[in-house]
Structures are given as structure tokens and as C-alpha cells.
């Protein structure tokens, strides 16, 4: 179950704003969508979509992360994507389609939603919002591609520093929640090589580890750790989604 902010006292411009991507709307869009939209508090390993399911609701994340994924028949699963608050979830396009994998909250945190029907109808009362929507699928799509080379050629330590920079840049902050065995099924591994992932990258002072909670210390060692992939997503992302 989700747990509801109450309207009067949580749920306003300045909430809604929360999310880079209605931060940027005009006045007249940011109100609209304020009556649109309803608070969740999400939490962590909570599955907001099922793979075959319909378009349910449409997330807007103010501090929680999404991460999208495909599951095999064997039970193991990988991310596609990941959303996190200057992004949503969910699309025109989605909407006429089922689902491809499961959609669970990586981070937890709050979130805005509404119901596609709902939103779609007023779309073309809210342009920019429209066009900022349309951006960041293209910039999904382009990350879905992304990761697809990364995940064939690049090591386990390497995709894994470049998936604790890309968590750091959607969160906004150094330090989140984490477990070895929730980033194995990110990257799509055995628990055991992101033990030693993670065991290398606090070696070599780029993060700090203990149970349940990553902090990253050293971006810069980070980021010589991580493949060529996370600066590839940091440009597509300022090309596309900036722009």
C-alpha cells in the first residue's frame, strides 16, 4: 500500500516543485498540475508497475528514484532506467502499450501521481509540460541504449561506480540507501561480484559502506572507476533534457 500526504497541509506549488521537471513549468501550468496531482510516500522496494500491467499512474519524483526493469523467466532482472526527480514515469506512448518489465522505487522518498486518463486530458493545456514529457522519454530511450553497451562490455566495478554517480546525480545528494543484494539485481549480477565491486571502490576511498547506506566520498575517484557510459549520460542528459 502507499501512504498519502494530506492535501492541506503537503500538497502545493511549492511541493509539486520538488520535481526539476515541474519546477521549470509557468505559473499557470504549475497549477494546474497541482490540482492534477496527488502526494505518495514511496517506499524502498515498493513495485509501482508490474511487467504485462497497463499504465497505472504517472510519477513525478520529488526526492524518491525509480528504476525500471526487465525480469527473465529464471528470476533474475536487470535495469533499463532509472528516474529520479528532474524526470517522470510514464507517457502517451506507454499508456497505449503493457508494461515491458517492473517499475519498483529504488529510493525511497515522495512522489506526485495522477492517473494517465487524467493527464492526458489536460496536456494540451500545459505545452511546456507536454514538451518536457517528450524529452525525457527521448532521453530514456537513449539511456536504454546506453546501458545496453554497458552492460555487455564494461566490469561489474565499473558499471557499478557509474550507477552510484548516476544515483548521486537523480537524488541530488551524496549518501542513500543501498543493499549488495538491490544493486545485483540493478546491474543484473550475483550478489558476490558486487561484494567485490563495492569492496574495491571502498579500498580505493571513492565511497563508504555500511549495511544498507553508500556514501560517496570521492567523486572524482569515483568517476575514474566508472566506464566512459556515465559522462555519455551526463551530456545526453544536458543535450536532451537542458536544452
Not at 563508504?208 to 556514501?215: A, I, L
Amino acid at each position: 500500500m502507499v501512504s498519502h500526504w494530506a492535501p492541506s497541509t503537503h500538497h502545493g506549488i511549492d511541493a509539486v516543485r520538488r520535481n526539476r521537471l515541474l519546477r521549470a513549468l509557468p505559473k499557470l501550468e504549475a497549477n494546474l498540475a497541482t490540482e492534477l496531482l496527488q502526494g505518495v510516500e514511496l517506499r524502498y522496494g515498493q513495485t509501482l508497475q508490474e511487467a504485462g500491467e497497463p499504465l497505472r499512474y504517472v510519477y513525478f519524483p520529488a526526492d524518491a528514484l525509480l528504476s525500471a526493469t526487465i525480469a527473465m523467466d529464471d528470476g533474475s532482472s536487470v535495469e533499463y532506467g532509472s528516474i529520479g526527480s528532474d524526470g517522470v514515469f510514464g507517457s502517451r506512448f506507454m499508456a497505449s502499450l503493457r508494461a515491458p518489465g517492473r517499475t519498483l522505487c529504488q529510493v525511497a522518498g515522495e512522489a506526485f501521481r495522477v492517473r494517465p486518463g487524467v493527464l492526458f486530458e489536460h496536456l494540451d493545456q500545459m505545452p511546456v509540460l507536454h514538451e518536457r514529457m517528450y524529452r525525457y522519454s527521448q532521453y530514456l530511450y537513449i539511456t536504454t541504449a546506453q546501458l545496453v553497451a554497458c552492460n555487455c562490455l564494461h566490469t561489474v566495478t565499473q558499471r557499478c561506480a557509474r550507477w552510484l554517480l548516476s544515483t548521486r546525480d537523480a537524488l541530488g545528494r551524496e549518501e542513500f540507501e543501498l543493499t549488495q543484494e538491490f544493486l545485483a539485481t540493478m546491474l543484473g549480477v550475483r550478489r558476490a561480484s558486487v561484494t567485490g565491486a563495492i569492496g574495491h571502490l571502498v579500498r580505493c576511498g571513492a565511497i563508504k559502506y555500511r549495511r544498507g547506506c553508500v556514501t560517496i566520498t570521492r567523486s572524482r575517484s569515483l568517476e575514474r572507476a566508472a566506464c566512459e557510459c556515465y559522462h555519455v549520460l551526463v551530456e545526453n542528459r544536458r543535450l536532451v533534457i537542458a536544452s
